[in-house]
């Protein structure tokens, strides 16, 4: 199937959809991937299309250059006309409330918003060339709700004080090691890891996968709606998904999953 691309511009926010994955891209590398207010809408906007096709079941975050992103572009604050880092903050609620399984491929540095947008997404891989840094109270910006709740949620309280208080740089490592990155490979692996990671998860039931998905989420919340699980719980079992994942398993076959 041939991807279907949409918002050619130089330097915004890439989306190409292909069958069961779509791939976010940023391509700004000359600053970083640093977000303009008009990256912010075209994300919004490549969101609203991805979450409106039902056959898509990944979501990936890639990036251009030797930066993953260096969040909001700070200086666009200085125009009368710019929104508040706030609508940052509410373009990468979004993301993580975007209905397919995300995943960031983290190929270096990732500062400010960028590790928030991170934290966004369900997978976190990073090459060991990876960086980061929250630098909001050295340059005297207050954070977002949703990034400090991310912050919290992901890393803990200790960690999450740590890194905004002190805006301390730690390496690859070190973010393995507290739980921002998921996974961690050498740079050259890094696509090739992402790739298998997402044919993994596009091979499961949808059904099961984005329901537990979106319920992990707002678990982490402190949101359980225990009426909406129970009823997720016996639509799977009254689902053609789980007599195929049943019948796959008893032959020893791979399952072909429609959703139903």
């Not at 998921?182 to 692996?189: D, S």
């Not at 989420?217 to 699980?229: E, F, P, T």
């Amino acid at each position: 199937m041939t991807p279907s691309l949409l918002k050619q511009t130089s330097t915004s926010p890439q989306l190409t959809i292909q069958g069961a994955v779509a791939t976010l891209r940023l391509c700004n590398p000359d600053y970083a991937n640093r977000l303009s207010p008009t990256d912010l809408a075209d994300i919004q906007s490549h969101l609203k299309l991805v979450n409106a096709n039902s056959e898509v079941l990944v979501l990936r975050v890639l990036a251009e250059g030797k930066y993953f992103c260096s969040g909001y572009d700070i200086s666009s604050l200085a125009a009368e006309s710019a929104p508040s880092s706030l609508y940052f903050g509410e373009t990468v609620d979004l993301l993580e409330q975007a209905r397919p399984v995300t995943i960031a491929a983290i190929n270096g540095g990732v500062y400010g918003g960028g590790t928030d947008l991170s934290l966004a997404c369900d997978f976190r891989v990073g090459s060991t060339a990876s960086n980061m840094f929250m630098p909001a109270a050295k340059l005297g910006l207050h954070f977002y709700p949703g990034g400090m709740v991310r912050y919290i949620t992901r890393l803990g309280l200790n960690q999450a004080k740590r890194l905004f208080l002190t805006a301390e740089k730690i390496d690859a490592a070190e973010m393995k090691e507290i739980g921002f990155l998921t996974e961690l490979v050498e740079p050259e692996k890094l696509n090739a890891h992402v790739d298998q990671l997402t044919q993994q998860l596009a091979g499961m039931a949808p059904l099961a996968l984005l329901g537990i998905k979106k319920h992990l989420n707002l678990i982490a919340r402190g949101q359980i709606d225990q009426s909406a699980i129970e009823q997720a719980v016996l639509h799977s079992e009254q689902s053609d998904d789980i007599k195929e994942g049943a019948a796959a398993w008893k032959e020893k076959r791979q399952a072909i999953f429609h959703g139903r």
